[in-house]
């Protein structure tokens, strides 16, 4: 049961054009959402994140909207530059858990970004 | 770098042997994870500590492997008989709200 969903598996932008990655969640105890980049043979990197007290956030070229009524999150790249090309995962955690905020993850989307 | 060491990168054993994989995460983080990741997925939960008391063991955990963090900063992960199947790329985290990864080891079980 993959209760973090990527649906689109790639994803090819032009240099310069926004990127907009998505992601669904089925738990609605989740309150912490995180995109990580990952090259390959490396471990994921952290990108941003952002608390289901927010509807936004942002980090210089990248910004997450979560809407949590639609259980919907995306991650926009303005503009794409050719090094973001790397499989981006959508992860998830839940205060229910307690301490143990342990990532529940999506499958990945892989961006080309080509110039 | 994330601050969070893994050792080794690349683990080439065969089929029946033990072995051993420790990470070293970042100094001040009191939470540290293990997950595995295979191709074309994203990384699986394995095990949580806090300090060195073990929280949470998933049942991918099966009664081959152990972990421990014998001193609240370094863990190691132990797998006993390997098989085919434990193939994967093991990652470890360590967080005080995101979790920072090193850069995994890589298992191939032949």
């Known amino acids: 049961d993959q209760q973090v969903k990527q649906n689109s598996p790639s994803l090819s932008v032009q240099e310069g054009r926004i990127s907009i990655l998505n992601c669904d969640y089925t738990n609605s105890m989740f309150d912490y959402f995180l995109w990580y980049k990952k090259y390959p043979a490396e471990g994921p990197t952290f990108l941003i994140s952002?608390?289901?007290i927010k509807d936004k956030n942002e980090d210089g070229r990248f910004t997450v909207f979560l809407n949590k009524s639609a259980k919907h999150l995306s991650l926009h790249i303005v503009p794409s530059q050719p090094g973001d090309s790397a499989v981006y995962f959508c992860?998830?955690?839940?205060?229910?858990?307690?301490?143990?905020?342990?990532?529940?993850w999506g499958l990945g989307t892989s961006l080309a970004v080509n110039p | 770098d994330t601050g969070v060491s893994q050792d080794p990168r690349h683990k080439i054993t065969k089929r029946g042997q033990n072995v051993t994989f420790r990470c070293d995460p970042i100094?001040?983080?009191?939470?540290l994870y293990w997950y595995r990741q295979t191709l074309g997925q994203g990384p699986e939960f394995l095990t949580y500590?806090?300090?060195?008391?073990?929280?949470?063991k998933s049942r991918l955990l099966s009664d081959r492997f152990s972990a421990e963090r014998p001193k609240g900063s370094f863990s190691t992960l132990e797998i006993q008989r390997t098989e085919q199947g434990d193939s994967a790329m093991y990652l470890c985290?360590?967080?005080?709200?995101?979790?920072?990864f090193g850069p995994g080891t890589r298992l191939t079980v032949l």
């Open positions: 992860a998830a955690s839940s205060a229910y858990a307690g301490n143990n905020r342990k990532l529940i």
């Open positions: 100094s001040e983080h009191n939470r």
């Open positions: 985290a360590s967080s005080n709200l995101e979790q920072f």
């Open positions: 500590f806090q300090n060195e008391a073990q929280l949470e």
């Open positions: 952002i608390s289901s």
